[in-house]
């Protein structure tokens, strides 16, 4: 399976500051996607962000955005202006084809925890 | 409300008893997907369907059996539960296009066995 990597445990960063969560990842694959997701403390997976391994733009989605890097294998989210609602979990991952018949999955990261501070 | 819907959402097993995890789709999707969470490891796919009546192994299928009768229902079960499937468990699912990156998932089930 392909590999998602997100190195940094646990980040802080000082409300309306802006930060940075890692995410490399390993595949051999052509066509493939990159997922962010928010875990608050209640448990449920939001969808953040998304991008393509064909589009040309970094994908933007309000403070959002992805700072994405082929050649480096690189999909890093950046949250501009935090709020202390963005206390979380953070997971990147991958749409990995499981099944010859068009069949995916998405391959998680072990997660990032970003603490947002007054 | 449009989505997938995890019942139960707690639930404590002893060791060695049987039950099933139910998942339910309305959006017409043909994946869906059964996932574990555990501390500091991320999520890991159990099992996964392409469509119904297709069942297939994900990264950690032991000790775990999946059914996809309906389209909109996937079930997951546990026939002999051990401690170490102590998990939250996340069902999802996507449709098949290629440009629609959306996959929803439902909101968990805490299983305890002990």
């Known amino acids: 399976a392909q590999k998602i990597t997100q190195t940094q445990p646990g980040m802080f960063v000082q409300e309306k500051e802006a930060v940075t969560l890692d995410c490399t990842y390993d595949t051999s694959d052509q066509s493939y996607g990159l997922f962010w997701y928010k875990q608050p403390s209640s448990g449920e997976m939001i969808f953040l962000i998304y991008q393509g391994s064909y589009d040309e733009q970094n994908a933007t989605e309000g403070r959002y955005s992805l700072n994405f890097q082929k050649a480096r294998k690189s999909a890093n989210l950046v949250i501009s202006a935090s709020q202390l609602g963005d206390s979380a979990m953070y997971f990147c991952a991958m749409r990995e084809v499981v099944n010859s018949n068009s069949g995916y999955a998405l391959n998680f990261g072990k997660g990032t925890s970003l603490l947002v501070t007054p | 409300n449009a989505g997938v819907t995890q019942t139960p959402k707690f639930r404590v097993l002893k060791t060695g008893q049987s039950m099933t995890l139910l998942c339910a789709q309305d959006?017409?999707?043909?994946?869906m997907y059964w996932y574990r969470q555990d501390p500091g490891m991320g999520l890991r796919l159990i099992h996964y369907?392409?469509?119904?009546?297709?069942?297939a192994k994900g990264e950690v299928p032991d000790g775990y059996n999946v059914s996809r009768l309906k389209k909109q229902n996937f079930l997951l079960g546990l026939e002999s539960a051990a401690p170490s499937q102590t998990s939250v468990y996340f069902c999802?699912?996507?449709?098949?296009?290629?440009?629609?990156?959306?996959?929803?998932f439902g909101s968990g089930t805490r299983l305890t066995v002990v």
């Open positions: 959006m017409n999707h043909e994946y």
């Open positions: 369907s392409v469509g119904e009546g297709t069942t």
């Open positions: 999802a699912s996507s449709s098949h296009r290629d440009r629609d990156p959306g996959y929803t």
